[in-house]
C-alpha cells in the first residue's frame, strides 16, 4: 500500500496551481493497481506525430511493466524522429503507419490500455477507431487541458511539466520506485527535459528537480541525453532552420507576433525528414517583443499549425477556437484546410481581435 503524506490536491482534471508536490488519488491507484494485478496484455498507446513525452513516457512504462512479466505493447500511430531513436526499447515499438494489423491486434486483445500525453482518443489518429472498440480498461495519465471522458481512469495533472513526470509518480503510488532501473529513468528524464524545452518553461514546481534528482542519482547521464536529442541535426535540418527564420518569417510587430511559414516545395528542398521542423517555432519568442510564435507547415492535405506563446496569452484556448487543436497554455497545435497563403492571411485577422492581450511585457513581478 502506498504512503501518501500528502493530500491529493494535485490529481484530477481540476488540478491545483500550487502545490509542489505531485500526487494522485490513492482510491483510484489503489483501483488502478487492482486492474493491473488481475491483467496480462497491455498496450501502451502514444499520440500521433509523436514527441519525446509520449515516447518517453511509453518507454518508461515499457521497461517498468516488461520487467513485471507482463505482455507488453507500446503502439505509435505513425513514424517518430531519428533524435528519439537511440532511446533503449525504441527499436521494439510498433508503428500503426506500418504495421495496421498487428497494432489493431494488440489494441482488441490488451486488457488494459495506457493512454500517454494525450487526453482524447481522436490524438491517436487512424488508432482511434480501434482504441474506441477495444475491450480493456483504458488509463490516460496525461497534462493537457480539457481531457474528454473517453477513459476508465484519468490520472490527469495540468499543472505539471510532463506526462513523464505523472508516470514517475505514478509507479511510485503503486509502491515500485525501486522498479526505476536505468532505462525507465532515462525515457523519463527524455520526457521531462523535451517537454520544458530543457526546463526553461512549465519547470517551476519544486518537485520536478526532485524527480530530476532521483533519475540523475538512477544513472542519467543528463548531458549526454540533451546531445543525444538536440545535437544530432543534419546539415539539411539546421539549413533549413536558418531559411525559415531568415526568409520565411513575417514580424507583425504590432501583434507582438512572428509566423513562420513553409511550404511544401521549402521542405523539399532541405531533404525535409521527420522531426527536422521541430523546435523551429520556439526561435521567434527569443526576440524581446514577441509574444507569440506562429509555424505554419504545409502538409499533403492539410497546414499544420504550431503556436508558442510567453507568458499570458493562451494558445490552447486560441488553437481550440479557431484551428481546431489545443494542448497547453504556452504550447499547443492545430490544423487549416485553407492554402497555406490563405491560412496566414486568415491567421492576421484573428489575431486583429487580440491585439490588446498580445500587448505585454515579461517581467520579474
Ligand atoms: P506541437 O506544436 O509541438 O505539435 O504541439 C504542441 C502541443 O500541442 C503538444 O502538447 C501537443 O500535444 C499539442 N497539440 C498539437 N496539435 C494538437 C491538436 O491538433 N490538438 C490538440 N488537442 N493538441 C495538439
Ligand atoms: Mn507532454
Known amino acids: 500500500m502506498p504512503c501518501f503524506r500528502h493530500k491529493p490536491v494535485r490529481f484530477s482534471i481540476f488540478a491545483s496551481q500550487n502545490d509542489s508536490e505531485s500526487m494522485f488519488d490513492p482510491v483510484e491507484i489503489k ?7 488481475q491483467s496480462k496484455k497491455i498496450a501502451l498507446i502514444c499520440h500521433k506525430n509523436p514527441d519525446g513525452d509520449t515516447i518517453g513516457a511509453a518507454l518508461a512504462m515499457y521497461h517498468y511493466l516488461s520487467k513485471k512479466d507482463y505482455v507488453v505493447n507500446a503502439l505509435v500511430p505513425n513514424d517518430f524522429p531519428g533524435f528519439y531513436q537511440w532511446m533503449p526499447g525504441s527499436e521494439k515499438m510498433h508503428i500503426y503507419d506500418r504495421e495496421a494489423k498487428y ?54 495533472v495540468i499543472d505539471t511539466s510532463s506526462t513523464g513526470e505523472l508516470v514517475y509518480e505514478f509507479i511510485d503510488a503503486l509502491g515500485d520506485k525501486e522498479r526505476i532501473d536505468l532505462n525507465v529513468a532515462l525515457a523519463l528524464y527524455t520526457c521531462i527535459m523535451t517537454d520544458t524545452g530543457s526546463f526553461s ?22 548531458a549526454k541525453v540533451h546531445k543525444l536529442v538536440y545535437d544530432t541535426y543534419s546539415e539539411n535540418r539546421l539549413r533549413l532552420l536558418g531559411f525559415a527564420i531568415s526568409s520565411r518569417m513575417l514580424v507583425w510587430n504590432g501583434l507582438h507576433t512572428a509566423v513562420i511559414r513553409l511550404s511544401k516545395d521549402d521542405l523539399k528542398r532541405f531533404d525535409f525528414q521527420i522531426g527536422d521542423t521541430e523546435g523551429v517555432v520556439n526561435y521567434p519568442l527569443s526576440m524581446a517583443h514577441i509574444n507569440l510564435a506562429v509555424l505554419l507547415t504545409e502538409k499533403d492535405d492539410i497546414i499544420r499549425i504550431s503556436f508558442r506563446s510567453k507568458g499570458d496569452f493562451d494558445v490552447n484556448d486560441f488553437a481550440r477556437k479557431h484551428f ?19 491560412t496566414l492571411e486568415q491567421m492576421k485577422n484573428i489575431l486583429g481581435q ?3 492581450a498580445l500587448d505585454y511585457q515579461i517581467t520579474l513581478e
Open 31 to 37: 483501483k488502478a493497481g487492482r486492474i493491473l494485478a
Open 103 to 156: 497494432v489493431r491486434q494488440c489494441i482488441a486483445e490488451a486488457d488494459v490500455i495506457f493512454c500517454l500525453d494525450f487526453n482524447s482518443l481522436d490524438r491517436t489518429g487512424n488508432m482511434a477507431d480501434a482504441l474506441k472498440k477495444a475491450k480493456a480498461v483504458k488509463i490516460m495519465i496525461d497534462h493537457h487541458q480539457a481531457p474528454s471522458d473517453e477513459f476508465e481512469y484519468c490520472f490527469s
Open 201 to 222: 518553461f512549465s519547470c517551476n514546481h519544486a518537485r520536478t528537480y526532485e524527480i530530476i534528482a532521483d533519475l540523475v542519482k538512477r544513472g542519467v547521464d543528463a
Open 324 to 342: 481546431n487543436g489545443g494542448g497547453h497554455r504556452n504550447a499547443s497545435g492545430g490544423n487549416s484546410k485553407l492554402s497555406l497563403t490563405a
Open 354 to 356: 487580440y491585439r490588446q
